[in-house]
């Protein structure tokens, strides 16, 4: 496996630096598929740019040491802005199936009682619809 990869990384390398390019891109990628947990929350900023806010459930199901089925579910917080943004809109609601790639945000705001929080957002660029639903909403 190590030399397929190295093999790999050989054949992707970059003439001039000697850098493999797929690094470059995958520096801070996330890619997930999940179900929304409640419809997005729209919003606009004061000089007028779209975003919306929703959050996004990942189930993984494995076995245990004593061969029971477990199953976990991660939730992830979701930011979209401008054309992303007005698809969320348009087409999710809670419950939707999605998979979106981002990269992860880490913001830090104050709250009402003054105390500085801190959250891990993802920023989705790519959104893809799994739903039948929303696929045949987008046909029309």
């Known amino acids: 496996m190590k030399i397929e ?11 001039d630096t000697k850098q493999p390019l797929i690094m470059y891109a995958l520096k801070n990628k996330v890619q ?4 929304l947990g409640q419809t997005p929350e ?6 007028d740019r779209k975003y919306a806010k929703f959050s996004l459930a990942t189930n993984e199901e494995y076995k245990n040491s004593k061969g029971e089925k477990v199953s976990e579910t ?7 802005w401008g054309k992303v943004a007005e698809l969320v809109e348009k087409y999710l609601h809670k419950g939707s199936e999605i998979a ?6 880490y913001n830090e705001f104050t709250d009402a009682s003054g105390a500085k929080r801190y959250i891990t957002e993802i920023q989705v ?16």
Not at 74 to 80: F, G, M, R, Y
Not at 100 to 105: R, V
Not at 132 to 139: N, R, Y
């Open 32 to 35: 997930l598929i999940g179900y």
């Open 5 to 15: 990869i190295n093999n790999l990384l050989n054949r992707l390398r970059s003439a």
């Open 125 to 140: 660029n790519e959104l893809l619809l799994l739903d039948k639903k929303a696929e045949k909403e987008l046909m029309k």
């Open 100 to 105: 979106i790639e981002g990269k992860l945000m």
């Open 42 to 47: 729209i919003k606009t900023t004061d000089s």
């Open 74 to 80: 991660q939730w992830h917080h979701l930011v979209a």
